[in-house]
Protein backbone atom coordinates (compact mmCIF):
# COMPACT_ATOMS: atom_id res chain seq x y z
CA UNK A 1 0.00 0.00 0.00
CA UNK A 2 0.93 3.43 -0.39
CA UNK A 3 1.77 5.68 2.52
CA UNK A 4 -0.06 9.30 2.55
CA UNK A 5 1.91 11.63 4.29
CA UNK A 6 0.07 13.69 7.34
CA UNK A 7 0.39 17.01 5.97
CA UNK A 8 0.39 18.48 2.05
CA UNK A 9 -0.60 16.58 -1.11
CA UNK A 10 -1.72 13.53 -1.54
CA UNK A 11 0.41 11.94 -4.01
CA UNK A 12 -0.47 11.44 -7.93
CA UNK A 13 -0.87 7.88 -8.94
CA UNK A 14 -0.25 6.64 -12.66
CA UNK A 15 -3.00 4.01 -14.40
CA UNK A 16 -0.52 1.65 -13.37
CA UNK A 17 0.10 1.73 -9.76
CA UNK A 18 -4.02 2.92 -9.72
CA UNK A 19 -4.75 -0.51 -11.23
CA UNK A 20 -1.96 -2.83 -8.98
CA UNK A 21 -4.08 -1.40 -5.58
CA UNK A 22 -7.15 -2.37 -6.87
CA UNK A 23 -6.33 -5.52 -7.78
CA UNK A 24 -4.35 -5.76 -4.39
CA UNK A 25 -7.75 -5.03 -2.39
CA UNK A 26 -9.65 -7.25 -4.22
CA UNK A 27 -7.26 -10.33 -3.79
CA UNK A 28 -6.47 -9.54 -0.22
CA UNK A 29 -10.21 -9.23 0.94
CA UNK A 30 -11.67 -11.99 -1.15
CA UNK A 31 -11.19 -15.59 -0.55
CA UNK A 32 -11.94 -18.19 -2.64
CA UNK A 33 -15.13 -17.98 -3.17
CA UNK A 34 -18.12 -19.91 -5.63
CA UNK A 35 -20.07 -18.56 -8.36
CA UNK A 36 -22.82 -19.66 -10.45
CA UNK A 37 -24.16 -18.05 -13.49
CA UNK A 38 -24.83 -18.27 -17.29
CA UNK A 39 -21.34 -18.95 -19.54
CA UNK A 40 -21.12 -16.25 -22.65
CA UNK A 41 -18.28 -14.86 -25.42
CA UNK A 42 -16.33 -18.51 -24.30
CA UNK A 43 -12.91 -18.33 -25.95
CA UNK A 44 -9.91 -20.93 -25.81
CA UNK A 45 -7.13 -19.64 -27.96
CA UNK A 46 -4.24 -21.63 -29.15
CA UNK A 47 -2.41 -20.81 -25.62
CA UNK A 48 -4.74 -23.56 -24.03
CA UNK A 49 -6.45 -20.45 -21.43
CA UNK A 50 -10.06 -20.31 -21.43
CA UNK A 51 -11.68 -16.49 -21.64
CA UNK A 52 -15.31 -16.19 -20.93
CA UNK A 53 -18.30 -14.16 -19.66
CA UNK A 54 -20.42 -15.12 -16.57
CA UNK A 55 -23.56 -13.47 -16.30
CA UNK A 56 -27.51 -13.75 -14.76
CA UNK A 57 -30.31 -12.07 -15.37
CA UNK A 58 -28.65 -8.68 -14.03
CA UNK A 59 -24.99 -8.47 -14.37
CA UNK A 60 -21.72 -10.27 -15.79
CA UNK A 61 -18.19 -10.73 -15.21
CA UNK A 62 -14.98 -11.68 -17.14
CA UNK A 63 -13.60 -15.02 -15.84
CA UNK A 64 -10.34 -16.13 -17.10
CA UNK A 65 -9.25 -20.22 -16.19
CA UNK A 66 -5.68 -20.92 -17.35
CA UNK A 67 -4.11 -24.08 -19.06
CA UNK A 68 -2.32 -25.53 -16.13
CA UNK A 69 -6.29 -25.64 -14.03
CA UNK A 70 -8.66 -26.21 -17.31
CA UNK A 71 -6.85 -28.89 -18.64
CA UNK A 72 -7.83 -31.61 -15.84
CA UNK A 73 -11.77 -30.67 -15.93
CA UNK A 74 -14.39 -32.72 -16.94
CA UNK A 75 -16.30 -30.22 -18.00
CA UNK A 76 -15.74 -27.60 -20.96
CA UNK A 77 -17.64 -24.38 -20.71
CA UNK A 78 -20.15 -23.51 -23.90
CA UNK A 79 -22.26 -20.90 -24.61
CA UNK A 80 -25.44 -20.87 -22.73
CA UNK A 81 -24.28 -23.44 -20.40
CA UNK A 82 -25.15 -23.33 -16.85
CA UNK A 83 -21.82 -24.13 -14.33
CA UNK A 84 -20.41 -23.13 -10.95
CA UNK A 85 -16.75 -21.56 -10.33
CA UNK A 86 -14.38 -22.26 -7.38
CA UNK A 87 -12.98 -19.11 -8.11
CA UNK A 88 -10.51 -15.88 -6.71
CA UNK A 89 -11.48 -12.42 -7.32
CA UNK A 90 -9.04 -9.82 -9.06
CA UNK A 91 -8.55 -7.17 -11.50
CA UNK A 92 -6.93 -7.20 -14.93
CA UNK A 93 -4.24 -4.61 -14.59
CA UNK A 94 -3.65 -3.99 -18.15
CA UNK A 95 -7.07 -2.81 -19.08
CA UNK A 96 -8.43 -2.13 -15.09
CA UNK A 97 -10.80 -4.91 -16.32
CA UNK A 98 -12.48 -6.66 -12.87
CA UNK A 99 -12.36 -10.66 -13.51
CA UNK A 100 -12.53 -13.99 -11.79
CA UNK A 101 -9.67 -16.05 -11.94
CA UNK A 102 -11.24 -20.03 -11.80
CA UNK A 103 -9.41 -22.82 -9.97
CA UNK A 104 -11.71 -24.84 -11.01
CA UNK A 105 -15.77 -25.54 -12.81
CA UNK A 106 -18.79 -27.80 -12.60
CA UNK A 107 -21.96 -27.82 -14.05
CA UNK A 108 -24.94 -26.54 -12.27
CA UNK A 109 -27.63 -28.26 -10.49
CA UNK A 110 -28.64 -31.92 -11.22
CA UNK A 111 -30.17 -31.28 -14.64
CA UNK A 112 -26.42 -29.94 -15.83
CA UNK A 113 -25.72 -33.46 -14.61
CA UNK A 114 -27.99 -35.81 -16.45
CA UNK A 115 -28.00 -33.76 -19.63
CA UNK A 116 -24.43 -35.10 -19.69
CA UNK A 117 -25.90 -38.17 -18.88
CA UNK A 118 -27.65 -38.42 -21.81
CA UNK A 119 -24.82 -36.90 -23.89
CA UNK A 120 -22.47 -39.77 -22.89
CA UNK A 121 -25.40 -42.29 -23.69
CA UNK A 122 -26.73 -41.48 -27.03
CA UNK A 123 -22.84 -41.15 -27.79
CA UNK A 124 -22.42 -44.57 -26.45
CA UNK A 125 -25.27 -46.01 -27.89
CA UNK A 126 -24.47 -44.50 -31.44
CA UNK A 127 -21.15 -46.05 -31.39
CA UNK A 128 -23.08 -49.51 -30.64
CA UNK A 129 -21.95 -50.20 -27.37
CA UNK A 130 -24.70 -51.13 -25.44
CA UNK A 131 -25.33 -53.61 -28.04
CA UNK A 132 -26.62 -57.15 -26.90
CA UNK A 133 -24.34 -59.10 -29.72
CA UNK A 134 -21.02 -57.01 -28.96
CA UNK A 135 -21.50 -58.21 -24.86
CA UNK A 136 -19.80 -61.45 -23.72
CA UNK A 137 -21.20 -64.18 -22.16
CA UNK A 138 -20.43 -64.98 -18.60
CA UNK A 139 -18.13 -68.19 -17.38
CA UNK A 140 -20.15 -71.29 -16.42
CA UNK A 141 -18.25 -71.36 -13.04
CA UNK A 142 -16.31 -68.01 -11.81
CA UNK A 143 -13.83 -69.49 -9.38
CA UNK A 144 -11.65 -66.65 -8.90
CA UNK A 145 -13.74 -63.04 -8.96
CA UNK A 146 -12.44 -59.55 -8.93
CA UNK A 147 -14.60 -56.72 -7.05
CA UNK A 148 -14.12 -53.01 -8.17
CA UNK A 149 -15.54 -51.20 -5.29
CA UNK A 150 -14.71 -48.73 -2.37
CA UNK A 151 -13.31 -51.12 0.87
CA UNK A 152 -15.20 -49.95 3.65
CA UNK A 153 -18.90 -49.41 1.63
CA UNK A 154 -22.00 -51.52 2.72
CA UNK A 155 -21.47 -53.11 -0.93
CA UNK A 156 -18.71 -55.13 -0.60
CA UNK A 157 -20.51 -56.29 2.91
CA UNK A 158 -23.22 -57.45 0.92
CA UNK A 159 -21.33 -59.22 -2.18
CA UNK A 160 -19.04 -61.34 0.30
CA UNK A 161 -22.76 -61.91 2.45
CA UNK A 162 -23.85 -63.76 -0.13
CA UNK A 163 -21.08 -65.57 -1.84
CA UNK A 164 -20.55 -67.32 1.57
CA UNK A 165 -23.56 -68.49 2.00
CA UNK A 166 -23.69 -69.04 -1.78
CA UNK A 167 -20.77 -70.43 -2.81
CA UNK A 168 -17.88 -70.12 0.04
CA UNK A 169 -15.45 -71.98 -2.33
CA UNK A 170 -14.90 -68.95 -4.71
CA UNK A 171 -11.71 -66.73 -4.60
CA UNK A 172 -12.88 -62.69 -4.33
CA UNK A 173 -10.12 -60.41 -4.68
CA UNK A 174 -11.07 -56.84 -3.91
CA UNK A 175 -9.63 -54.07 -5.83
CA UNK A 176 -9.87 -51.11 -3.37
CA UNK A 177 -11.04 -47.74 -5.07
CA UNK A 178 -12.66 -44.67 -4.47
CA UNK A 179 -16.60 -44.64 -5.81
CA UNK A 180 -17.11 -41.02 -5.45
CA UNK A 181 -15.67 -37.83 -6.12
CA UNK A 182 -12.93 -36.56 -9.00
CA UNK A 183 -10.66 -39.61 -8.29
CA UNK A 184 -13.00 -42.19 -8.37
CA UNK A 185 -13.47 -42.75 -12.32
CA UNK A 186 -9.80 -42.72 -12.40
CA UNK A 187 -9.26 -45.40 -9.90
CA UNK A 188 -12.00 -47.95 -11.37
CA UNK A 189 -10.77 -47.31 -14.84
CA UNK A 190 -7.31 -47.82 -13.72
CA UNK A 191 -8.50 -51.51 -11.50
CA UNK A 192 -10.41 -52.57 -14.54
CA UNK A 193 -7.23 -52.25 -16.40
CA UNK A 194 -5.01 -53.90 -13.87
CA UNK A 195 -7.13 -56.42 -13.45
CA UNK A 196 -7.01 -57.90 -16.92
CA UNK A 197 -3.05 -56.94 -16.81
CA UNK A 198 -2.86 -59.43 -14.06
CA UNK A 199 -4.92 -61.90 -15.99
CA UNK A 200 -2.90 -61.84 -18.94
CA UNK A 201 0.44 -61.97 -17.17
CA UNK A 202 -1.03 -65.36 -14.83
CA UNK A 203 -0.70 -63.69 -11.79
CA UNK A 204 -4.29 -63.78 -11.01
CA UNK A 205 -6.63 -66.21 -13.06
CA UNK A 206 -9.89 -63.90 -12.69
CA UNK A 207 -13.01 -65.64 -13.90
CA UNK A 208 -15.05 -62.28 -14.20
CA UNK A 209 -15.32 -58.96 -12.45
CA UNK A 210 -17.50 -56.73 -10.75
CA UNK A 211 -17.87 -53.21 -10.68
CA UNK A 212 -20.64 -52.33 -7.86
CA UNK A 213 -21.40 -49.57 -5.12
CA UNK A 214 -24.40 -48.86 -2.89
CA UNK A 215 -27.03 -46.51 -3.73
CA UNK A 216 -26.81 -42.31 -3.46
CA UNK A 217 -27.84 -39.09 -5.59
CA UNK A 218 -26.75 -39.09 -9.08
CA UNK A 219 -24.28 -36.48 -7.59
CA UNK A 220 -23.10 -39.62 -5.56
CA UNK A 221 -23.27 -41.94 -8.41
CA UNK A 222 -21.62 -39.70 -11.15
CA UNK A 223 -18.12 -41.82 -11.52
CA UNK A 224 -20.09 -44.78 -12.94
CA UNK A 225 -21.32 -42.00 -15.70
CA UNK A 226 -18.05 -41.29 -16.55
CA UNK A 227 -16.35 -41.89 -20.33
CA UNK A 228 -13.17 -43.24 -19.30
CA UNK A 229 -15.43 -45.92 -16.94
CA UNK A 230 -16.84 -47.13 -19.52
CA UNK A 231 -14.20 -47.21 -22.47
CA UNK A 232 -12.62 -49.28 -19.98
CA UNK A 233 -15.13 -51.67 -19.32
CA UNK A 234 -15.97 -51.84 -22.89
CA UNK A 235 -11.97 -52.41 -23.30
CA UNK A 236 -11.31 -55.25 -20.32
CA UNK A 237 -10.85 -58.62 -21.45
CA UNK A 238 -12.23 -60.07 -19.12
CA UNK A 239 -16.43 -60.03 -18.48
CA UNK A 240 -17.45 -57.00 -16.03
CA UNK A 241 -20.97 -57.43 -14.43
CA UNK A 242 -22.10 -53.62 -13.52
CA UNK A 243 -24.10 -52.85 -9.72
CA UNK A 244 -24.34 -49.96 -9.33
CA UNK A 245 -27.10 -48.34 -6.92
CA UNK A 246 -30.12 -49.39 -6.11
CA UNK A 247 -32.69 -51.32 -8.61
CA UNK A 248 -34.01 -47.86 -9.90
CA UNK A 249 -30.45 -46.40 -10.40
CA UNK A 250 -29.49 -47.13 -14.10
CA UNK A 251 -25.74 -45.77 -14.91
CA UNK A 252 -23.83 -45.88 -18.08
CA UNK A 253 -21.47 -48.53 -16.58
CA UNK A 254 -24.80 -50.68 -16.25
CA UNK A 255 -25.70 -49.90 -19.78
CA UNK A 256 -21.96 -51.05 -21.50
CA UNK A 257 -20.99 -53.84 -18.88
CA UNK A 258 -21.85 -57.12 -20.26
CA UNK A 259 -24.13 -58.09 -17.46
CA UNK A 260 -25.99 -55.53 -15.10
CA UNK A 261 -27.51 -56.58 -11.81
CA UNK A 262 -29.99 -54.66 -10.37
CA UNK A 263 -27.82 -54.45 -6.26
CA UNK A 264 -24.58 -55.73 -5.05
CA UNK A 265 -26.54 -58.70 -3.47
CA UNK A 266 -28.27 -59.52 -7.09
CA UNK A 267 -25.15 -59.69 -8.50
CA UNK A 268 -23.19 -61.73 -6.66
CA UNK A 269 -26.40 -63.90 -6.68
CA UNK A 270 -25.99 -64.08 -10.33
CA UNK A 271 -22.39 -64.40 -9.95
CA UNK A 272 -22.34 -68.15 -7.91
CA UNK A 273 -24.02 -71.19 -7.56
CA UNK A 274 -26.36 -72.16 -5.27
CA UNK A 275 -24.47 -74.49 -3.56
CA UNK A 276 -27.71 -76.72 -2.27
CA UNK A 277 -28.43 -76.41 -5.80
CA UNK A 278 -25.08 -78.29 -6.33
CA UNK A 279 -25.55 -80.69 -4.13
CA UNK A 280 -28.50 -81.66 -5.71
CA UNK A 281 -27.07 -82.03 -9.11
CA UNK A 282 -24.41 -83.59 -7.65
CA UNK A 283 -27.17 -86.52 -6.26
CA UNK A 284 -28.66 -87.02 -9.51
CA UNK A 285 -25.22 -87.15 -11.32
CA UNK A 286 -24.76 -89.80 -8.94
CA UNK A 287 -27.68 -91.75 -9.31
CA UNK A 288 -27.00 -91.77 -13.03
CA UNK A 289 -23.27 -92.56 -13.29
CA UNK A 290 -24.57 -95.91 -10.86
CA UNK A 291 -26.84 -96.75 -13.46
CA UNK A 292 -24.75 -96.52 -16.34
CA UNK A 293 -22.35 -98.30 -14.32
CA UNK A 294 -24.67 -101.43 -13.57
CA UNK A 295 -25.06 -101.24 -17.35
CA UNK A 296 -21.42 -101.37 -18.58
CA UNK A 297 -20.55 -104.26 -16.16
CA UNK A 298 -23.83 -106.31 -17.02
CA UNK A 299 -22.89 -105.82 -20.76
CA UNK A 300 -18.87 -106.63 -19.83
CA UNK A 301 -20.30 -109.77 -18.21
CA UNK A 302 -22.31 -110.63 -21.07
CA UNK A 303 -19.23 -110.22 -23.84
CA UNK A 304 -17.08 -112.16 -21.19
CA UNK A 305 -19.34 -114.98 -21.42
CA UNK A 306 -19.31 -115.24 -25.27
CA UNK A 307 -15.71 -114.87 -25.35
CA UNK A 308 -15.05 -117.48 -22.62
CA UNK A 309 -16.78 -120.22 -25.02
CA UNK A 310 -15.09 -118.79 -28.28
CA UNK A 311 -11.82 -119.33 -26.49
CA UNK A 312 -9.58 -122.28 -27.65
CA UNK A 313 -7.04 -124.26 -25.35
CA UNK A 314 -3.29 -122.37 -25.75
CA UNK A 315 -1.64 -125.81 -26.14
CA UNK A 316 -3.77 -126.14 -29.54
CA UNK A 317 -2.59 -122.79 -30.63
CA UNK A 318 1.12 -123.43 -29.80
CA UNK A 319 0.87 -126.64 -31.53
CA UNK A 320 -0.41 -125.11 -35.29
CA UNK A 321 1.92 -122.41 -35.02
CA UNK A 322 4.46 -124.69 -34.39
CA UNK A 323 3.29 -126.21 -37.63
CA UNK A 324 3.23 -122.95 -39.30
CA UNK A 325 6.59 -122.41 -38.60
CA UNK A 326 8.13 -125.45 -39.98
CA UNK A 327 6.42 -124.55 -43.24
CA UNK A 328 7.66 -120.71 -43.47
CA UNK A 329 11.06 -122.16 -42.34
CA UNK A 330 11.09 -124.83 -45.46
CA UNK A 331 9.83 -122.19 -47.65
CA UNK A 332 12.55 -120.13 -46.63
CA UNK A 333 15.58 -122.06 -47.07
CA UNK A 334 13.97 -123.32 -50.87
CA UNK A 335 13.76 -119.40 -51.76
CA UNK A 336 17.70 -119.05 -50.08
CA UNK A 337 18.88 -121.76 -52.49
CA UNK A 338 16.84 -120.72 -55.42
CA UNK A 339 18.45 -117.48 -54.87
CA UNK A 340 21.59 -118.19 -54.54
CA UNK A 341 21.99 -120.33 -57.94
CA UNK A 342 20.50 -117.03 -59.94
CA UNK A 343 22.96 -115.06 -58.36
CA UNK A 344 25.66 -117.32 -59.26
CA UNK A 345 24.63 -117.58 -62.64
CA UNK A 346 24.41 -113.74 -62.86
CA UNK A 347 28.10 -113.46 -61.56
CA UNK A 348 29.57 -116.17 -64.11
CA UNK A 349 27.61 -113.96 -66.73
CA UNK A 350 29.68 -110.88 -65.81
CA UNK A 351 32.86 -112.45 -64.88
CA UNK A 352 33.15 -113.53 -68.43
CA UNK A 353 31.79 -109.77 -69.71
CA UNK A 354 34.49 -108.07 -68.07
CA UNK A 355 37.32 -110.67 -69.12
CA UNK A 356 36.13 -109.58 -72.23
CA UNK A 357 37.01 -106.27 -72.00
CA UNK A 358 39.79 -106.33 -70.07
CA UNK A 359 41.61 -103.28 -70.16
CA UNK A 360 45.56 -104.92 -70.60
CA UNK A 361 45.77 -104.50 -73.94
CA UNK A 362 44.37 -100.82 -74.46
CA UNK A 363 46.95 -100.20 -71.64
CA UNK A 364 49.86 -101.49 -73.69
CA UNK A 365 48.92 -99.47 -76.85
CA UNK A 366 49.00 -96.41 -74.92
CA UNK A 367 52.22 -96.94 -73.59
CA UNK A 368 53.67 -97.66 -77.09
CA UNK A 369 51.71 -94.06 -78.67
CA UNK A 370 53.16 -92.04 -74.87
CA UNK A 371 56.66 -93.48 -76.23
CA UNK A 372 56.96 -92.42 -79.71
CA UNK A 373 55.23 -88.60 -78.38
CA UNK A 374 57.99 -88.56 -75.86
CA UNK A 375 60.77 -89.34 -78.69
CA UNK A 376 58.67 -87.28 -81.14
CA UNK A 377 58.82 -84.06 -78.55
CA UNK A 378 62.68 -84.33 -77.71
CA UNK A 379 63.39 -84.09 -81.48
CA UNK A 380 61.27 -81.11 -81.58
CA UNK A 381 62.99 -79.52 -78.52
CA UNK A 382 66.07 -79.76 -80.10
CA UNK A 383 65.29 -78.34 -83.15
CA UNK A 384 64.07 -75.54 -81.68
CA UNK A 385 66.81 -74.48 -79.54
CA UNK A 386 69.19 -75.07 -82.40
CA UNK A 387 66.62 -72.31 -84.20
CA UNK A 388 67.21 -69.94 -81.00
CA UNK A 389 70.55 -70.56 -80.89
CA UNK A 390 71.16 -69.51 -84.72
CA UNK A 391 69.15 -66.76 -84.43
CA UNK A 392 70.43 -65.40 -80.69
CA UNK A 393 73.98 -65.40 -82.90
CA UNK A 394 72.78 -63.63 -85.78
CA UNK A 395 70.86 -60.77 -83.29
CA UNK A 396 74.42 -60.45 -81.47
CA UNK A 397 76.15 -59.61 -84.96
CA UNK A 398 73.88 -56.88 -85.45
CA UNK A 399 74.13 -55.20 -82.08
CA UNK A 400 77.52 -55.73 -82.19
CA UNK A 401 77.66 -53.46 -85.59
CA UNK A 402 75.33 -50.81 -84.62
CA UNK A 403 76.41 -50.99 -80.65
CA UNK A 404 78.80 -47.80 -80.03
CA UNK A 405 81.14 -49.78 -78.16
CA UNK A 406 82.52 -51.18 -81.04
CA UNK A 407 83.12 -47.81 -82.67
CA UNK A 408 84.71 -46.31 -79.56
CA UNK A 409 87.52 -49.77 -79.57
CA UNK A 410 88.37 -47.80 -83.01
CA UNK A 411 90.22 -44.83 -81.17
CA UNK A 412 86.94 -43.21 -81.34
CA UNK A 413 85.51 -41.25 -78.11
CA UNK A 414 82.49 -39.26 -76.61
CA UNK A 415 82.62 -36.02 -75.41
CA UNK A 416 80.30 -34.76 -72.63
CA UNK A 417 79.72 -31.59 -71.10
CA UNK A 418 79.64 -30.52 -67.59
CA UNK A 419 75.72 -30.97 -67.37
CA UNK A 420 75.73 -34.46 -69.51
CA UNK A 421 75.42 -33.19 -72.55
CA UNK A 422 77.01 -34.93 -75.92
CA UNK A 423 79.25 -32.42 -77.65
CA UNK A 424 78.63 -32.44 -81.24
CA UNK A 425 79.88 -29.01 -81.93
CA UNK A 426 83.36 -27.29 -81.08
CA UNK A 427 81.12 -23.92 -81.18
CA UNK A 428 79.60 -25.20 -77.87
CA UNK A 429 82.44 -24.80 -75.61
CA UNK A 430 84.41 -22.46 -74.54
CA UNK A 431 88.08 -22.04 -73.70
CA UNK A 432 88.30 -23.67 -69.90
CA UNK A 433 85.21 -25.47 -70.11
CA UNK A 434 85.17 -29.40 -68.56
CA UNK A 435 84.41 -32.09 -70.65
CA UNK A 436 84.43 -35.79 -70.09
CA UNK A 437 85.85 -38.01 -72.60
CA UNK A 438 84.60 -41.73 -72.84
CA UNK A 439 86.64 -43.91 -74.34
CA UNK A 440 86.74 -48.03 -74.99
CA UNK A 441 88.10 -48.28 -71.83
CA UNK A 442 87.75 -45.57 -69.40
CA UNK A 443 87.09 -41.84 -69.27
CA UNK A 444 89.31 -38.82 -68.91
CA UNK A 445 87.88 -35.36 -67.66
CA UNK A 446 89.34 -32.85 -70.37
CA UNK A 447 89.85 -28.72 -69.99
CA UNK A 448 89.42 -27.08 -73.26
CA UNK A 449 92.25 -24.80 -74.22
CA UNK A 450 91.15 -23.62 -77.33
CA UNK A 451 88.60 -24.13 -80.14
CA UNK A 452 88.51 -24.17 -84.05
Not at 51 to 68: E, I, P, W
Not at 135 to 143: D, T
Not at 212 to 226: I, K, Q, V
Request: with cysteine; proline share 4%; glycine share 8%.
Amino acid sequence: MLQHPTSGNPPTLTVGQLNREARRLLESHFDYIWVEGEVSNFAAPSSGHWYFSLKDSGAQVRCAMFRNRNQHMRVTPANGMAIRLRCRVSLYEGRGEFQLIVEHLEHAGAGALQAAFERLRDKLQAEGLFAPERKRALPAEVRTLGVITSPTGAAIHDVLTVLQRRCPAMRVFLLPVAVQGEAAAGEISAAIARANRWQAAGDVPFDALLVTRGGGSLEDLWAFNEEVVARAIVASALPVVSAVGHEVDISIADMVADQRAATPSAAAELLSPDQRERAALLLRLEHTLAGRMRQRLERAGRDLHYLRQRLRHPGQLLREQAQRLDELEQRLLRAQRAQLREQRGALALLENRLRSRAPDTRVRALQAAVGQLEQRLQRGMQQQLRGANSQLAHLSQLLDSVSPLATLSRGYSILRDAQGAVVRDAADVACGDTLEARLARGELRLQVLGTQ
